[in-house]
């Protein structure tokens, strides 16, 4: 199983690139940029890692991105994820990144964008992995922030696929964002939102990203299946959810494996993910690995999963159908 994991052709659609700063780098990029870190070494910071829920999580994850300041920060912290990734065999990407949590610090909205770009171009051409760029916005700041963001994006249009939502989903619900996310859409761009697992009026965030937003996805929404309405919303409307079993272990004790089952058995297009593997010490092949355990999952499942991810990529059809057939092929030769 490990083996099979491993090697068959993956794609990635929920991955902060901030999330995917790792210790090391990130005690290099402090020595580099005379910032000081409270820890003495990588592994101290990883001890520190103490997270049982969002909140909790949101304030480490945002105290270490302090240490990104250079265009060359934000360029290494892509390569080494696509790098990552590429020797997981993710052959696809779309990744998130957090604009506002620089801009806030006094970072150039252009600094962190080139050099998020620059990578996925250079990562594309030596080690023959895709990604696209989403760009979320954080909840619980303002609407108008968000809109500001959106306007600073214009000028890289090409560079982005589509936005998301993120961060602290108490009392942000994602109606406050339906007019920034009607003129991304207006602008061409795809929507998602996150709909982390156990919040505060989930299913109504949920039907709000369904029925007011009208995303393309969901993230997590891994709490949709307590509403029939909405697993028939899902299932017909065959919007996927981007759901991360390592991510979801430290909010409710489990890698959510029953949640799964019973997606696939609903029809829902399921797709599994690492969320902030630097921080959850956990990459793509881990989440398949530590789930395919807890789950008992087969390789039919498995395949299944992976195809989904490339079913509901924001990708030509084309494109997916050679995904799609460079799977078959694997699952083909590895049996
Ligand atoms: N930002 C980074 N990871 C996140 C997550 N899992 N939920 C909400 N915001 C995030
Ligand atoms: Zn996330």
Redesign the pocket.
Known sequence: MQAFIDNIPKAELHV?L??TLEPELSFALAKKNGIPLPYKTPEALVEAYDFTD?PS??EI?YAGMNVLVAESDFYDLTMAYLTKASNQNIVYAEL?F?PQAHTSRGIDFSIVINGIHKAQVDAEQKLGIKSQLIM?FLRELSAESAMEHLSMAEPYLSYLVGVGL????RDNPPIKFKQVFKKARELGLKLTM?C?VNQKNTLTHIGQCLDDIKVDRI??GVNSLEDASLVAKLRDSKIGLTV?PV?NRFVVQSLTAKEIRTMLDEQIMVTINS??PAYFRAYLNENFIELQKEGDFDKQDLQTLVENSFRIAWLPETEKQQYLSSIRDYVVTSS
């Open positions: 902060h901030e999330g969002l999580f949101l994850y998130f957090d979320c993120d961060s602290n989903e996150h982390d993230d997590h991360c991510s969320d902030d």
